[in-house]
C-alpha cells in the first residue's frame, strides 16, 4: 500500500466494508429474529451514510465526493440503495427532508434540520440521528423470544450506556447546553440508572466525572472484582470503558455455553463485538500510528 494514496478515513471506509461483509454472512445464516436484529444493527453505518450526505451538502461538495465516501453495502443489505441514489442527488436540505419523510429518520431530520437552519450547529441533527438508532435497538428486542431476548438486550443495554455516557463526556468536554444534551439520552439502563445520569450530565469537569463512574462501579457487588482490575485510562476515556463493559459481558454469558440456543447466539454477538473492537482499538490505532510515522519520515527527507 502506498500510504500517500490513502486517507485514514478511506482505510476506516475499506475496513467497516469488510466488517459489513461479515455481518451480511451471519445474517444469512441466522434465524428470523436475528436477522432482523441484525438489520437495525447495521442501521449505524445508514446514518453515517446520511450524516455525510447532510454535511457534505452543507459544505458544497460534488456528488461525486459524496459518492465514494458513502458505504453503499449497508444499504444493499438495508434495501436502501435507491433511496440513498435520490439523497446523492438533493440540492437543499429540504430536499433531504421530503425524501426521509416517510422513514424512521423522519422526525430526527426535520428536527435537526430545523435546529441547523436556526443556529448554523451539525451536532443537533447528529444527536438526533445517534439517539434513534439506539432506540431502535431497543425496540427491536422486543420481538426476539426468551433466550435471544436475554443475550441479546444486554447487549442493547451495555451499548446503550456507552452512548450516553459518551455523550456526556462529550457534553462536558465542549461544555454543551446540559438541558440541551439531556434530551439524546436514551432510557435503557444497565448499571447507571437516570438519576446517576443525571449526576453525571450536571458536573462541569472531566476529573469529577471520572471519579464518579469509579465510585458508581465500585458499588456495584456484581461488577466491582472486574471493575477493580481495569483503570480507566484518561486519554482513551470512552475506549476504557467500553472495553470494561465487553469484559463484563463476556464473564456473565460464559456459564451458559453449554446451552446450545445461548452458544449460537452468544459466537453471532461474540463475532461482532471482537471484530469491531479490532477494527477502532487495534488495526485503525496502528495505521494511524504508521501513517504519522510515514509522513514523518517524508517530510525530514
Not at 478511506?10 to 451471519?26: H, P, Q, R, S
Not at 431530520?109 to 432506540?135: C, H, P, S, T, W
Request: aromatic share 12%.
Amino acid at each position: 500500500m502506498e500510504i500517500k494514496d490513502y486517507t485514514i478515513e478511506e482505510i476506516e471506509g475499506a475496513l467497516n466494508y469488510n466488517y459489513i461483509l461479515l455481518v451480511g454472512k451471519i445474517m444469512h445464516f441466522s434465524p428470523l429474529n436475528m436477522r432482523s436484529f441484525l438489520k437495525r444493527y447495521l442501521m449505524k453505518f445508514e446514518i453515517e451514510n446520511l450524516k455525510i450526505i447532510i454535511i457534505s451538502l452543507i459544505i458544497g461538495r460534488t456528488k461525486e465526493e459524496k459518492r465514494n465516501d458513502i458505504n453503499f453495502l449497508a444499504e444493499e443489505y438495508l434495501d436502501n440503495s435507491d433511496l440513498i441514489e435520490e439523497l446523492l442527488k438533493a440540492s437543499t436540505l429540504d430536499e433531504i427532508q421530503i425524501l426521509l419523510k416517510r422513514t424512521p429518520y423522519n422526525i430526527a431530520i426535520r428536527e435537526g434540520i430545523l435546529y441547523f437552519k436556526k443556529n448554523k450547529e451539525i451536532f443537533v441533527l447528529e444527536a438526533f440521528l445517534d439517539q434513534l438508532y439506539y432506540k431502535h435497538l431497543q425496540l427491536q428486542t422486543q420481538n426476539l423470544n426468551k433466550k435471544e431476548k436475554i443475550m441479546i438486550s444486554l447487549f442493547v443495554k451495555y451499548k446503550t450506556e456507552i452512548y450516553n455516557l459518551n455523550l456526556i463526556y462529550r457534553g462536558i468536554k465542549n461544555n454543551i447546553e446540559r438541558s440541551l444534551l439531556k434530551q439524546f439520552l436514551v432510557h435503557n439502563y444497565l448499571f447507571l440508572d437516570e438519576g446517576k445520569l443525571e449526576y453525571l450530565l450536571n458536573l462541569t469537569n472531566l476529573n469529577d466525572f471520572i471519579s464518579t463512574i469509579e465510585l458508581y462501579f465500585k458499588d456495584i457487588e456484581e461488577i466491582k472484582p472486574i471493575f477493580l482490575i481495569f483503570k480507566i485510562n484518561e486519554k482513551h476515556l470512552i475506549r476504557s470503558i467500553e472495553e470494561f463493559y465487553i469484559s463484563y459481558y463476556f464473564k456473565k454469558f460464559k456459564t451458559k455455553i453449554d446451552d446450545i440456543a445461548y452458544f449460537t447466539i452468544s459466537k453471532i454477538l461474540e463475532v461482532l463485538i471482537k471484530k469491531e473492537k479490532e477494527i477502532r482499538f487495534e488495526i485503525l490505532p496502528k495505521v494511524i500510528k504508521i501513517i504519522h510515522k510515514r509522513f514523518k519520515v517524508l517530510k525530514m527527507k
